[in-house]
């Protein structure tokens, strides 16, 4: 049995170099971290979390989802591992505050960017409105849909818990902003079954000075004032009233933007018709929207020869013809002028005879050097040399 009465010198380890091998061996934590941790203790407004520090680190229920949570068991349960962000430094008492909503409020907008960037169509059910627009949620980030795209027929008030498709306006995390549009995502739908040129029939739901707007199969297309008719009109309220069916042709479909523009003028048979005569406009309406079928392909085959035109044009230009290219090659004649011909390269190489000549022969050389006798002669032999020299005797 151990001895509980041991002194802490008998042990050798005091509480002081117990707290010193914390410090040595403890993992400095920093607010921004995602740390791995598990739940050892749950309480009625948050949790314990183990995740290696001297004191249990404690993530509050406001804290542990994006979304609302009633109960930390709806979220955490015990002994559970998983990732955390640590949202504060320690406080007085050592402890850190973590979060599980800052770690999905990241990944979410990650996720919406790569929607975005996909041009993805999502859906969401509606959980508030304002003067302004409707409120909805995607991926548990707050988004809204500004008034203008709205296409619906119901009031906004009525558009809560309606599910709704939207496509992204704009999404900006650092400003917090989630804008999307209704309108964008019917249209698109709708666009994938409408073509530039088409006649359709729709019902006038509202004019505006600048124009009509048309309600054609769930979405909202704009009639110009400019392209009501031929004629001059001072106002559309003189030519259309609220709940009006007409017969317009498509003009433009703008995906991107999420606006269809439509026409009338282009259907009248003669200028001012939408005026004087609204019903033969639409008695001639296919006849005349195949005219305009056909002067839209001429145009468009007509750019399109043009560019092709360009195109050959440029290409020429760029390649010099053959007869360039012979005038900068020079004719072999010309080559044959710079290079000199055998005949001349023998002639600045003298003959062989030339060279004997200002070579001298053995026999010249033979001539220059005396012989031997005529340099005996000219050289003393000994015994004249002694005549000169008397002996010594003599002396």
Not at 6 to 35: C, N, R
Not at 38 to 54: H, M, N, Y
Not at 176 to 202: D, P, T
Request: negative net charge.
């Amino acid at each position: 049995m151990v001895n509980q009465n041991l002194t802490a010198t008998e042990i050798g380890f005091t509480h002081e170099d117990f707290a010193a091998l914390l410090d040595k061996y403890d993992y400095h934590f920093s607010p921004g971290d995602v740390v791995p941790g598990t739940v050892f203790s749950i309480e009625p407004r948050g949790a314990l979390i183990d995740i290696g520090a001297k004191t249990a680190a404690y993530i509050p229920i406001q804290e542990m989802s994006i979304n609302r949570v009633d109960s930390p068991e709806e979220v955490l349960q015990s002994n559970e591992t998983r990732e955390f962000f640590i949202l504060t430094d320690e406080n007085e008492d050592g402890q850190l505050t973590l979060s599980i909503r800052r770690i999905e409020y990241m990944r979410a907008w990650e996720r919406v960017r790569q929607l975005q960037a996909e041009d993805a169509t999502v859906r969401s059910g509606v959980f508030a409105t304002n003067r302004g627009g409707a409120l909805v949620r995607i991926e548990g980030l707050r988004g809204f849909i500004p008034g203008s795209h709205i296409s619906t027929r119901k009031p906004k008030e009525e558009l809560v818990g309606e599910d709704l498709p939207l496509k992204f306006l704009e999404v900006d995390e650092e400003r917090n902003r989630l804008v999307l549009s209704h309108r964008r995502a019917l249209v698109e739908r709708k666009m994938n079954r409408l073509e530039v040129g088409e006649v359709v029939i729709g019902t006038v739901r509202g004019i505006k000075p600048y124009g009509a707007f048309i309600d054609i199969g769930g979405v909202s297309g704009l009639l110009h004032i400019s392209e009501i008719s031929h004629e001059h009109i001072d106002t559309p309220h003189s030519v259309f009233n609220v709940n009006d069916e007409v017969k317009v042709m498509i003009i433009d479909l703008d995906a991107e933007r999420g606006r269809i523009s439509l026409s009338t003028k282009q259907l009248e048979p003669e200028p001012g018709d939408m005026i004087k005569n609204r019903d033969l406009v639409y008695d001639k309406a296919e006849e005349m929207a195949a005219k305009y079928r056909e002067q839209l392909l001429a145009k468009q085959q007509g750019a399109t020869a043009a560019a092709a035109t360009a195109v050959e044009v440029v290409a020429e230009e760029e390649i010099p013809p053959a007869v360039e290219l012979e005038e900068e090659i020079p004719p072999a004649a010309e080559l044959e002028e710079e290079i000199p011909v055998v005949a001349e390269i023998e002639e600045e190489i003298p003959p062989a005879a030339k060279l004997e000549q200002e070579i001298p022969v053995v026999a010249e050389i033979e001539e220059e050097i005396p012989p031997a006798a005529e340099l005996e002669q000219e050289i003393p032999v000994v015994a004249e040399i002694e005549k000169e020299i008397p002996a010594a005797i003599e002396e």
